[in-house]
């Protein structure tokens, strides 16, 4: 029976080479049975710091790539992890996104993730990357979906998520220490608080969010920092825009179109906030843009199609309302410089070019491709610019 051994002297058994991603799954491993102790339970500047300089040397042993970063997330997907434990790989997985940006600028490389989830989960996905040039997540079910990245003085190009079912999406990126990102964009987003307090104590030029349910979306988007461009399309849910740049942010254009819910647009540029141009349209539900510029002042305020009862109330060189349907008292004498309303309304919206930009911002609901809605952002943008050229308001943000 062993004649088909002879003349074999011996049997060459070849292993299989350890790759990166072994590497980087042993890595985790040792972080979730608490062999690497990493402490998050209070997220402050030198803790997010402290910890990640601890797991940037260990890391930069590894000489992995973006298809090795990817592989590792996406074999993270659907485990049984309680929230703590995905609080701690949400964050390695932040780490990796990092350290391999910063190295391939060094290089001068760009670093380029996409990911489609194809609808799995994973929890806190590059939690508080420091450094970003381009993400791209999509098809994604998880809380705090790229939470908190470029903030505590980090810096990202451009932060997309698109199809994400979780609470606190995109929330606090560039935020605090003037953390700095160029695009944030969130569309087709399910849950609580999406893109809320992006440039909180930091700076962005375009955030949009388009098709989004819940509730808080947008809230608090330049709080004490500052924000180019604000667009929401399509919220469902309570407390959309709130706060935009509020307690002494700064923002040239907030827009907030098509929006089902209480208090839309509610106390923009208050506390000392500063906006150039705030337009709330196709809104139904009450009390929608109470508030703006409640301490400071606006300069231009756009209501139209509006559905639901509420306050005027605020500092504003310029209201102009029209098909505002519902009770509207006028709170302090204060208030507003001009208000417009009727006739003169409607030929004032048709002048400065509001109605292309509510149509425009509407369509972007039809798209799913965020290059197309930037190159929609920006046509807004330039109407935005000749109506302040024109009315000679300063540039907040850049200025």
Do not use: P
């Not at 002879?6 to 799954?25: F, N, P, Q, V, W």
């Not at 305020?301 to 500092?315: Q, R, S």
């Not at 149509?359 to 930037?374: F, G, L, N, P, Q």
């Amino acid at each position: 029976m062993f004649d088909d051994l002879k003349g074999i002297k011996e049997r060459e058994i070849k292993r299989r080479e350890r790759t990166a991603l072994d590497d980087l799954l042993e890595l985790n491993d040792k972080i979730v049975r608490g062999k690497i102790k990493i402490d998050l339970n209070k997220i402050t500047k030198k803790v997010i710091s402290g910890e990640r300089k601890k797991l940037e040397e260990i890391v930069s042993r590894i000489e992995y790539d973006e298809n090795d970063l990817i592989s590792f997330v996406l074999s993270q997907c659907n485990k049984d992890y309680d929230k703590k434990i995905w609080e701690l790989v949400g964050f390695y997985s932040g780490v990796l996104l990092s350290y391999l940006t910063e190295k391939n600028w060094k290089e001068g490389k760009r670093t380029i993730i996409k990911i489609d989830f194809g609808g799995n989960e994973f929890n806190n996905l590059f939690y508080y990357a420091e450094c970003v040039d381009v993400v791209i997540v999509k098809n994604l079910i998880g809380n705090s979906a790229l939470y908190g990245v470029a903030s505590y003085g980090g810096k990202a190009n451009q932060v997309i998520g698109i199809d994400i079912e979780g609470d606190d999406a995109l929330g606090r990126v560039a935020s605090f220490y003037r953390g700095k990102v160029d695009q944030v964009i969130g569309i087709d987003i399910k849950g609580r608080n999406a893109l809320s307090e992006v440039a909180s104590g930091g700076g962005v030029n375009q955030v949009i969010g388009v098709n989004i349910k819940g509730c808080m979306a947008f809230y608090r988007v330049g709080y004490r920092g500052k924000a180019n461009q604000v667009i929401g399309v399509g919220i469902s849910g309570d407390g959309a825009l709130c706060e935009v740049a509020s307690y002494r942010g700064r923002a040239n254009q907030v827009i907030g179109i098509d929006i089902e819910g209480n208090n839309a647009l509610g106390r923009v540029a208050s506390e000392g906030g500063k906006v150039n141009q705030v337009i709330g349209a196709c809104i139904k539900g009450n009390f929608a843009l109470y508030g703006v510029g409640s301490y400071e002042e606006v300069n231009q305020v756009i209501k139209v199609d509006i559905k639901g009862n509420g306050v005027l109330y605020g500092m504003a060189n310029q209201v102009i309302m029209y098909n505002v349907v519902g009770k509207y008292v006028l709170k302090h004498s204060r208030l507003i410089g001009e208000l417009i309303k009727g006739r003169k309304a409607k030929r004032l919206l048709k002048q400065y070019g509001i109605n292309d930009i509510i149509a425009i911002a509407e369509s972007m609901r039809d798209d799913k491709d965020w290059k197309v809605m930037i190159d929609k952002a920006n046509k807004i943008y330039s109407i935005y610019e000749r109506i302040a050229k024109e009315k000679g308001w300063k540039d907040l943000v850049r200025g």
